[in-house]
């Protein structure tokens, strides 16, 4: 999207392309939401499809597809070995990253999985700017440990710094002066997920690799939220303003030893990988992909999801593409602020961030703010995000409560899915919960997973609010939906 000025003066994102396919949606009245709430254990993971009215859950293999997409995926090359799709995609990523090797994985976490396997061990510690879920749950079931680098405005909810997801350099330095021996890799994230989506700035990649270097270590990317990063280093850093998207993400990958990214958010398809410069490293991971994945030339994803990916990752190095992503999220965003809502400024990649902690100041982080918020959410308005705070955090090995350091509800906005009316829907429905906030309490676990509980996990509300709610809503909204 180029800057297209309304002459109204109002600031709102215009769409450059059309919407050719679509899929019908209901919304069910505010009882039935509260039944399902309830029926789902009060885990918006759990509730059905047929429940909800806009999806904001993630981001992850959602987003709409391209009509050149689904073109390549009818001329996919399907054979067992040797596949033209693959070598398609090789090229592809070769143009894109200048990288000359290429493991397929299913998807973003099988690629940690075969990282993880090559590289840590018991004792390990992994430098990385903030944790992503299962980043960190293969790392700790191999017995290493995560520590997280981010500078400080990272994790302040309400901030101005355009690159919040930064590496603090003089602690990546403190560190390997005192652990260097037990670091096998350091690990940027881009777009960084967990707290907000907030991007990482080209200076710093480049500076945190340089100390990486110095020390003879390996330098890990993320790429799963690349381009939303892309967009950010180009709108806000000086340095990037006259680069290319193509300049600036070769100017990233020179600098990486290792790039592995989901293909469900990066590429706009299904599925991911591991992109590699140097041969030794490749053939370090080699074998794992068909031990856990499939053969060589697919790695256990479908080839048509492959061609998807391989003009995915082509339209990713397009603004216009890129940008409909963080200029929706910043239109919703700036709606909210208006509005008086907490959310998590600078609005980043990925979706917008509602900041529980200060939208229900009354709920203790031991009865999960983020998670009750999720729940409100979806019984104000059919709209199903999803809980970054302590539930999806890990107990303590001693069983203690890990309460996580931001309590967020993110609403993700998949990229060209949602129109603006939707997006204003959305707002409106949160507004009146926000108008209605003391009447949300909070929850506890009836059903607790050791590990990744925030997909399985099952709770329930402490007091009877999920009736307040209901009650209040029709006293508002009389017969409406
Ligand atoms: C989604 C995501 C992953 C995991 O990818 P999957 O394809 O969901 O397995 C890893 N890292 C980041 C930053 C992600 O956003």
Redesign the pocket.
């Known amino acids: 999207m180029p800057e297209i000025k309304f002459y109204s003066g109002d600031d709102i994102p215009l769409e450059l392309h059309k919407v050719r396919i679509v899929q019908k949606l209901d919304l069910v009245p505010v009882e039935r939401r509260a039944e399902a709430m309830m029926e789902a254990g009060f885990n918006t993971f759990l509730l059905k499809n047929k429940d909800i009215f806009l999806d904001m859950l993630t981001d992850?293999g959602v987003n709409a597809m391209s009509d050149r997409q689904l073109a390549a995926m009818m001329v996919a090359d399907d054979s067992y070995a040797g596949s033209a799709t693959f070598t398609r995609l090789t090229d592809k990523l070769k143009e894109i990253f200048d990288t000359d090797y290429f493991l397929p994985a299913h998807?973003?976490?099988a690629a940690?999985n075969i990282i993880a396997m090559t590289f840590v061990k018991e004792g390990s510690i992994i430098p990385m700017n903030y944790h992503?879920t299962?980043?960190k749950a293969h790392i700790t079931r191999l017995g290493g440990s995560v520590e997280e680098l981010v500078i400080d405005e990272g994790i302040r909810l309400t901030s101005t710094h355009p690159f919040k997801g930064n590496f603090d350099l003089d602690k990546l330095e403190a560190l390997f002066e005192k652990s260097g021996d037990k670091i096998p890799f350091v690990r940027i994230?881009t777009g960084t997920?967990l707290i907000g989506g907030q991007p990482v700035s080209l200076e710093n990649m480049e500076a945190v690799a340089d100390i990486v270097h110095r020390h003879g270590k390996l330098v890990v990317m993320?790429a799963?939220?690349l381009q939303d990063n892309l967009y950010f280093i180009k709108t806000r850093e000086e340095k990037a303003k006259d680069l290319t998207l193509r300049e600036i993400t070769r100017r990233i990958s020179k600098k990486m030893d290792i790039i592995y990214f989901?293909a469900?958010?990066l590429g706009f398809a299904r599925g991911?990988g591991i992109a590699i410069h140097d041969k030794e490293l490749y053939l370090k991971m080699r074998e794992l992909v068909p031990m856990f994945e499939g053969f060589l030339t697919y790695g256990g994803m479908s080839v048509r999801e492959m061609e998807a990916m391989a003009v995915g990752l082509d339209e990713t190095m397009d603004m216009d593409v890129v940008s409909q992503g963080p200029l929706f999220i910043k239109y919703m965003t700036d709606e909210l602020l208006k509005l008086g809502v907490p959310v998590v400024t600078p609005a980043g990649g990925l979706g917008c961030h509602l900041d529980a902690s200060g939208f229900l100041p009354h709920v203790r982080q031991e009865e999960y703010p983020a998670g009750a918020l999720a729940a409100a959410v979806y019984i104000a308005g059919g709209i199903r995000g999803m809980e970054r705070g302590t539930i999806s955090e890990q107990r303590e090995v001693d069983g203690s409560e890990h309460l996580a350091s931001v309590e967020l509800l993110r609403l993700a906005l998949p990229r060209r899915v949602f129109t603006l009316s939707q997006v204003k829907y959305a707002v409106d429905r949160i507004k009146w919960l926000y108008d209605h906030r003391d009447l949300v309490g909070g929850l506890r676990f009836v059903e607790e997973p050791s590990s990744l509980r925030f997909f399985f996990g099952r709770l329930e509300p402490v007091s009877n609010w999920p009736d307040k709610l209901v009650e209040a809503f029709r006293k508002d909204f009389k017969d409406s939906l």
């Open positions: 992850s998807q973003g976490r940690e992503f299962t980043t994230e997920n993320d799963s939220l989901s469900r958010k991911g």
